[in-house]
Structures are given as C-alpha cells and as structure tokens.
C-alpha cells in the first residue's frame, strides 16, 4: 500500500474525550474512529488488524472442528421469554426497538438462544451429534458506561462459538479441546505470556464457567493469579472454598488487574430444554443437548494489545496481528536514484508475498515519517536514503530496536519471511 | 468438506411461512436460517456462497481505489438531524432505541452522514482527494413488509462505497469507473447479461441516480428495457422528456420485472455543506466535497441468484459463486476399493486447491445423494460407484447436463481448473 493513497493520517494530538490508551494509540495512528462511546469505526489499518486476528481464530477454530456460520443481530423477543433473557430486570443490556410491522425486537448481545431454536432443525437424534458452530458477530450492548476504548463496547466483535453435545463426556472433551485452542490463540496473537485461566463465577444457567484473563492495568477485572500454577481466580468467586477445591492458597496469590479476552461457559442441558432442543438417544430416550458457549472478544483483544504493546512513541504490534509485514521508508532526496531504488524494492518485496506498506510521501521530513512508523507501530521499518544507498542498502530496524541495521534486499527478504 | 460433518441437512418439504421461490430454495438446501421475516442468518453453505461474492466485489473496488473499513451500526441522533434524515416523517425504515446513558440511538440504514462526518478527520485540502471508501455493512431498515426473502430484507448486507471528490470533473471520471466496475461485477457473479444499466430518480439530495437492474420476476421494480442499447428506466422516472433526454422512443421499450442489485448516486455538494465536510480548492478557498455513493446489494444479489438459477430440482450456482467447485459422491457399495477410491480423489483434488464437497455418508441412498446434489446446485458433481470404476474411473456430470462422461482424475483436474 503507498501511504500517500492511504487516507488515514496519523495525529499528534490526543483525540478529546478519550481516556483509555488503547483507543488514544489507535486513534491517533489511524485505525479507528469513534463514533460514540463504546462505538469504533475501523479504518484500513484498523481492519487489517481486526481480520489478522479474525484469521487465527478461524484456523483454530476450523481445527477443532467448528463450523463458521453468521446469524442475526434482530432478535425475536418470544425466543429470549423462554429463557427469561428478555426483561430489562434480567438482562439490563437490551437495545430493543419496535417492528413497524407492530410487536417488539431485540438487537443481539449474545447469541445462545437464536443458535439453540435454529438446531431444532438439524439436530433430532444422537447420530447428529455433536455440532459445533461459531460465528464473528458484531455484538450490540446498551453498556451504561463504556469509557476503555475498545476494551468495553457497546458495538463489538465477537467470536462465539457454541457445541451441542449429547452427553457430559463429550462435552467436556470438546470444553477441554477449546481451552486448548484458545490459549494457543492467545499465544498466536501475541497474549500468550500475559494470558490465564481463570476460575470464575457461572451465573444461574452454567454449573462454572472459565475466563481467559491477559494482564494489564487497563483492565475492568481483578484476578487472584498463582503464576507457578499458571492459573487464576476471579475476585468475584474467591472464596475459601474455591481455594480448596483448587487446592490454592492465599497467600501463593497475587492481586493483580486483568480483562477478560476469553470465557467459556457450560450450559448443560437446561437451556435445550427451555428452547425445545431435544434428540433421541440410542435407547430412543428424549434428550436435552448439552450447550457449551464460548467467546473470544475479538475488538477487545486489539484493545488489549495496543495497551500492552506501546511505549511512548507509539504502538508495538506483536508481528502475526500487525497490519504489514515491514514499513518502508522513502526519505527525501534530490536524487531520483534514491526513489527508484525504493520503488523498485517495494515491488520486488510484494511480488514475494510480503506485505508493505510504502511511505513515498512527498513533503514529508524524515522525522515525520520516522515519528508516524512509530506510531503506527509495523514490526520492521526499512529505510531507502542517500545515506543507507552510500552505505551499501537498507537500513533496518526492528520496532523496538535502538539501532538500524544495513543489509541488501536478499537479507531483508530472508528476515521478513523468518 | 465431508458432508457427514456438515451439520445442515437438505429438506424436501417446503418452508412454512415463505412464499419467495429464493427463499424456499436457499432454506431447503442449508444455505439460510429464516429467524425472521426479512432476517437470515447464513449457514456454513450460504457463507461459503457470501463470501465469494464479497471476495469478487472487494476484488473490484480496490481496483479501482477503493479502501475499505467498517463504520458502526449505532448512530448519532444529532448527526442525522443535520441532514434532515432522522425524522419517521422523513425515514421511515429506522430502528431507533435509546440508550441507558441517556438519548437517543439508531441503527445503520445507510452511512452516508457518518462517513461524511468522520472524512473531516481526514479532508481538509484538495491535496487530501480524492478519497474513495467501502465496507461490506450489515444494513438494518424496520421494513413495514419484508416477503421476497434475501430480496428484501430488514437486516441484510451492502456494500456501499464513498467518493470524496474536489471537483465535478473528479467525480463524473470516478462515476463513470465505479460503472463499469459494477458491470465487472454482476458479469463475474452470473447475473452481467442480465443487468441493465437503469435511470431512475433521484430523491430530494441527488441530481440523478442510475440503478443496477436484475431482471427476474420476483423483482419489486419495474423498468423499461431498451435491449439493443442494453439500457432501461425505471418506471418511476419515465416520462416523455426523459426519454427525450436519453434519444429513446417508448415503442422500442420493454416493460419489465426487475430487482435491483446495485444503485449509485450523485450527492453533489449539498451533504459535504449540511455537515461541514470543507476543503480548501487550490486558491484557498472553501468547498464541499463532492459526494458520490454507490451500494451493492450482496445478500440481495444471492438471493436474485437463487431465483434466476435454479430448475425444479434445486439451484444451479454459477462456478464463480458457488460453494465448493465440485460435489464429489460415494455412492453404497460393499466394495471397500470404491471409497478408498473416492477418499483418495477427495485428497488429490484438495491438495489441487480445489474446494471440494465430498458426500460420503453412509446410509444414504444413491438416489437421495444425487437429490441432494441436484439441489444444492455446485456446478460440477463427480461420481464415484462401481458402477464408474468399471467403466473405468469418475461419471462427472455439469449440473445442469443430462448425461455424465467417464474421465479419469487427471482430466477431471484440467476441468476443474479451467
């Protein structure tokens, strides 16, 4: 991508009205605008994030065995009165709205009951067990407060993925394959070190549930973390009983801020049972399928990086979410040779699959360019000046590197594809 | 993809409550989900189809400069009061709701006020244009009636496009590339002999307006066909002096049923003025930017896909949007060499890069196999049986064909990859 094309432009100033970091970062970079609080556009930056990390947990979703479908935000109230999801008493995050056509309609913060009434039709018998379906759902949330940038929103993405089980054994194997999957998920996109299991509380349908909570002061949770043990508890649960059963102690816990990328809940079989999923067992027997729910909050997981990964000069994108592979930069020159060079390197690192993103602005200094590569926070910036020519290259420099390093296209080449 | 796994089943019997021939269809072989009237949600087969014709459109729009990002569903009241649109009395297809913090909230309709909005981030010199954006949004419009399945829907996805222009030169060159784009489009998709270039009218902020016309019975419009010179008027607009300005005479004219798939307006000014969106000209002087905006239905179009597609045996894609490029069966044999014989074509196609469904369920007739095959509609179906493994390899048969040719793999590879 030329950044002369790009229409984003990077900004020194803090956006009014903006307290969290995260969305300060990225705002000023240029990935995304706000549309009110909780509410963030994404611009081409911005979305390139958004699908990396929408990619990684496709394949492992794909991996163990889900199947990517995409539902309704309008939601029929009748659904959620089965449930007793609907009244504003249960459920106080309701954007409702009225059907011209007459009666109410509800706009989905969550997806439970819709997918459970939808497998009526393809689940009847034991033999079409188990099913496991996940979608990347913008979720809407009438939150009271959302003031952590794309840590809390009402409009966000999310990737929730529910199997349908027929029995408790084959729902925990599949519990367990997703805890699998996740943390390799949070690893992949960069939280793996800062990510952990959490014991949490289930609320009135789920038997447990288990967060996946990632570090940082930014957070809206406060978790009791055994780093040796690699897991945690949620301040909400703790209690001297929970420690026991998880064989813990006190004082082997450290208090620490944390927010919840992850959770995965266990609805047994009530909510089938309230919706009507029912199929018959190998004895002919009716039964309820037991539901497993579980999300990754995909805006809120760039959220969380743009918080973790920044220093003062701007963000640090772990490399398998960044939105280029390498930053290159063309600086002022009067020697056409310079830019011919750059040109022709940006050419040659595309057609080998790599991606660029190519600052040939002109009327820029190189400072200001260096201060937006900054900002923007591409892993490798490579520059193309009289000097890195004189000196034999490209000079190249990691993210968070002091120093730049001068290397020919070839060892850039083999560094990018490393 | 082994259709055991996949957990939509096809139906015979129609759909309640669903009169539209897309919907019965898309419904019955897994594609949709009705959760409502006019509310879909997309199967693992509907996606797959979704998906492609996204990937085609998005194709086309960055060809010709397009950058795309994702605006919010949630909308500012104040916004659209500025450009007189938030009133029921004015539009009458809001879903509106009010939020816990207080106020009032819509939901996306259309983008043109939020876009406009944010490009004063971004706009403020002729230098900074032109500047072309799109997105694939879920739109939400509270339709009184919503009965032509994916043709009309109270939540569905466009793609809508933006052009920010400087001058009215600027704007008509951009105009007249996003036409032709679209023609690129609906000719990939299946629909391009079909689809008619349309004047239609304006509404109260557009100088004019040109329509993408489908033409299918269970279109909502009707448009007047001009087939030698492959253009049409809507209904709407004819009039004497409009076919005086377009050197048409109503004798050479076809009356029509069409749907229409595409539009693309002309704001001029007036929007860029209502929401302060200036740039400064090359004097110095302020101006508003010319505005053009160009939708594309895409859950719209796959419906009219549907429709257009189909015998009365079920759909029949076009390859370039269909699901998989080829329906591979095994059909019952107690002959263990016959799946051996598929599963290792199965294997061999994909490692190819060709999307392959592959039924190897057992228990399933060959009759209810082929059934379902017809009605799922993927363009090419290759059978493995004892039957063809006499004869000597695979019966491949086009799905609209009536009699399948024996070939052995390789040649079935040359097929597919033509």
Redesign the interface.
Known sequence: MLQS?????TRKELPADEASKNAQLLIRAGYV?K???G??????L??RV?ERIKGIVREEMNGI?G??????????KELWERTNRWDDKQV??W???Q???GGD?G?GWSHEE?ITD??K???GSYR?LP?Y?YQFQ?K?R????AKSGLMRG??FVMKDLYSYSANEEEHRAFYEAVTAAYMRVFERIGLGDKTFFTFASGGAFTEFSHEFQTLTDAGEDVIYLHRGKKIAVNKEVLSEKVLDELGLKQSELEEVRAAEVGNIFSFGGKKSEELGLMFRDEKGEQKPAILGSYGIGITRAMGVLAELFADERGIVWPKEVAPYDVHLLLLPSDDEAVEKEASALYERLQNEGIHVLYDERKGVSAGEKFADADLIGIPVRAVISEKSMKAGGIEVKGRTEEKAVVMDAKKLLSLLKK
Chains 1, 2 share one sequence.
């Open positions: 094309r790009l229409f984003t432009k605008h549309e009110m609080a509410a963030y556009s994404f611009l081409p911005g979305l958004l065995g199947q990517e479908i995409i539902m309704t935000a309008l939601q029929r106080d995050i954007f409702k709205s059907l011209k056509s309609v706009f819709p939808m497998m039709s393809f689940i079409d099913v379906v913008t809407l009438n939150e009271l407060r009402r409009e």
